[in-house]
């Protein structure tokens, strides 16, 4: 960083991890240059520091407000008892409040297998229309057909999910259908993976589409007078950019803003678009 600065950044992309962040963040402070790091951790966003990820807040908002847009107003929540688990649990909790429902029940349980039905059996007869359920893989297809066993169906009981339930393992779960979880629109991602394997031969790891999106929000504001075109006021210009995975934004305490999709699971893997994600965030009602 001290390099790139001396020779004239006006902006940084990276780091990837928190640690790093916090060793380079008050660097670039020094020069007011700004950062646009790939962390997931909010606690490193702020002061210069814009956090281009998918925080799990905007996920829990997402399928939280849609659910009640439908008319939902019971809410119970399973949560895994780790820190993943306690992050999406507090964004639950704020969503379900802000959107004028109830909160019946919040269950923590171990992550293992084992401990699921006891935390199911706590709340399966506790009168709800909705239950959050932020897991994925083995864990969500062993909890799924616990809830169907005790009595919850996702036929009258509105299941909903996070991204992590976009695996082609758990979205083929029969006692998934019905449910909704949400996700970045998926054309403009495919379309990307395909470009990547015919330049590269392999598939992008994950954080390929953010280091994308990063170089050309950066480009889009080159065309800026030098030294006044990576501003606070650039970064986060409410409009927001278009990036691979659907429209994004910046808020001024580095946290980011996203248009995502719910999607229903239809049985077989099949899918639909519940609730498309919105092109723009004038739009999008945030």
Request: without cysteine; proline residues 7%.
């Amino acid at each position: 960083a001290q390099t790139a600065l001396q020779k004239g950044a006006e902006i940084i992309l990276g780091p990837l991890l928190a640690a790093d962040v916090r060793t380079v963040a008050p660097i670039a402070a020094q020069r007011q240059v700004p950062l646009i790091a790939f962390s997931n951790d909010r606690s490193v966003a702020g002061n210069g520091v814009f956090l281009l990820s998918f925080p799990p807040e905007e996920e829990v908002r997402r399928i939280v407000r849609r659910a009640s847009q439908e008319g939902r107003q019971r809410f119970v929540a399973l949560i895994p008892d780790n820190a993943y688990g306690l992050r999406v649990e507090a964004a639950f909790q704020k969503e379900v409040v802000a959107n004028g429902r109830q909160i019946v029940a919040v269950e923590r349980y171990q992550p293992d297998p084992q401990a699921l039905e006891g935390a199911v059996k706590k709340v399966a007869k506790l009168g709800f229309d909705s239950i959050f359920l932020p897991e994925g893989g083995t864990m969500l297809r062993s909890l799924a057909p616990i809830l169907t066993v005790k009595g919850v169906n996702a036929q009258r009981t509105r299941f909903l999910g996070t991204a992590k339930w976009d695996d082609p393992s758990v979205t083929a779960e029969p006692a998934l259908i019905g449910g909704w979880y949400v996700l970045p629109p998926r054309e403009p991602r495919q379309n990307f993976n395909q470009r990547f394997e015919q330049t590269y031969g392999e598939r992008p790891p994950a954080i390929a589409s953010l280091s994308y999106d990063a170089v050309a929000l950066t480009a889009v504001l080159a065309g800026g007078e030098k030294g006044k075109r990576y501003t606070v006021a650039t970064i986060t210009d409410p409009n927001g950019f278009a990036g691979i995975d659907g429209i994004f934004r910046f808020m001024p305490d580095g946290l980011t803003e996203r248009g995502l999709a719910v999607m229903e699971i239809k049985g077989q893997g099949g899918l639909s678009v519940v609730d498309p994600a919105p092109a723009s965030f004038q739009r999008a009602g945030f």
